[in-house]
């Protein structure tokens, strides 16, 4: 069975979808881990990232992606999710890897009016379930069926309190949630560690949250003495010890490529790989102390 990990935080610009990839990519390259991205998010940063700019057409034309499985789920036709993904490994070095690989449900803009398409069918079939419990639902149902080609799902949430980021920390057993170190994204997650507890389904008995520190700068004393009052509560907040450092070559891996221009992880993260691979690590430390 593969394992679920959720990349939310209702703040927006904190690093989830830069997480999204990075992890992907770490996870494939140093575990050579079968991964499956699903792009819950309308901006579609993680898609653009793994696919390139230019995918975004061409994935329209034909009719592939999660806005497109919602459009036949709303006129009642078979939405197999194996059929809406997509490969994404344009790491070149996982070629040489027996059973690392990345393929991504990608996502677009037009999502949120496939999502209205949804809520509608629903409401015509007379479901009670809210809208996110229906579409968690749904999605894991699909994964289910190719669950065995997978060793981990990873859900890039969008930011704010919407269906679909509800909908991406319900699919989870994990949610990985990037915070920056500022007060304002630290009450935040605050508040978002809050809403999970008080969850009326219970999610707080069916996922660990693990905050994660991102756009880390060590030469800022305010950040290094926030990053230390951190570390003295890190048991209690299951926090993943090591920060992803603010660094350009980061920022250009995040930058969306164009048509065909794969790159392999050297070009991509520059000098920042070790720090992609370290994240990988932390991770799976993290969530294996935790199974
Ligand atoms: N550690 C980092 N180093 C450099 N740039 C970063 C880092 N973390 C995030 N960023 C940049 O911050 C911006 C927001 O990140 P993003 O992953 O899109 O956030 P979110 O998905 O939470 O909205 C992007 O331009 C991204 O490249
Ligand atoms: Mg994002």
Redesign the pocket.
């Known amino acids: 069975m593969s394992i679920t990990i959720a990349i939310a935080?209702p703040k927006?610009?904190?690093?989830?979808?830069?997480t999204t990839m990075m992890l992907a990519d770490g996870l494939a390259l140093s575990y050579g881990a079968r991964i499956l991205v699903i792009d819950l998010d309308p901006q579609a940063?993680v898609t653009k990232s793994l696919l390139g700019i230019d995918a975004e057409q061409e994935l329209r034309d034909r009719r592939i992606g999660l806005g497109a499985m919602l459009q036949a789920f709303a006129r009642g036709r078979d939405i197999r999710l194996a059929s809406h993904r997509v490969a994404a490994s344009d790491l070149l070095e996982l070629q040489d890897r027996q059973n690392g690989l990345i393929d991504i449900l990608p996502s677009n803009h037009e999502l949120l009016g496939d999502m209205a398409d949804f809520e509608r069918s629903a409401h015509r079939k007379r479901r009670r379930d809210r809208l996110d419990v229906q579409l968690s639902n749904v999605i894991r149902a699909e994964v289910k069926k190719i669950d065995a080609e997978y060793d981990v799902v990873l859900v890039d949430c969008p930011?704010g309190p919407g269906v679909l980021g509800l909908t991406g920390i319900r699919l989870a057993h994990h949610i990985l949630a990037?915070t920056s170190l500022e007060t304002n994204a630290y009450s935040t997650l605050t508040d978002f560690l809050k809403f999970i507890l008080a969850d009326d389904l219970d999610l707080a008995s069916h996922v660990m949250v693990h905050p994660l520190i991102?756009?880390y700068q060590a030469t800022n004393s305010i950040q290094r003495e926030m990053l230390l009052h951190i570390k003295e509560g890190l048991a209690h907040l299951n926090a993943i010890s090591k920060p992803?450092?603010?660094?350009s070559a980061?920022?250009n891996a995040?930058a969306h490529p164009g048509v065909g221009s794969a790159r392999t992880a050297r070009q991509k993260y520059g000098n920042a790989l070790p720090d992609v691979v370290a994240l990988a690590k932390a991770v799976v430390e993290r969530i294996s102390t935790n199974a």
């Open positions: 935080n927006g610009g904190v690093g989830k979808s830069l940063g930011a990037p991102t756009q992803i450092p603010y660094t980061l920022q995040a």
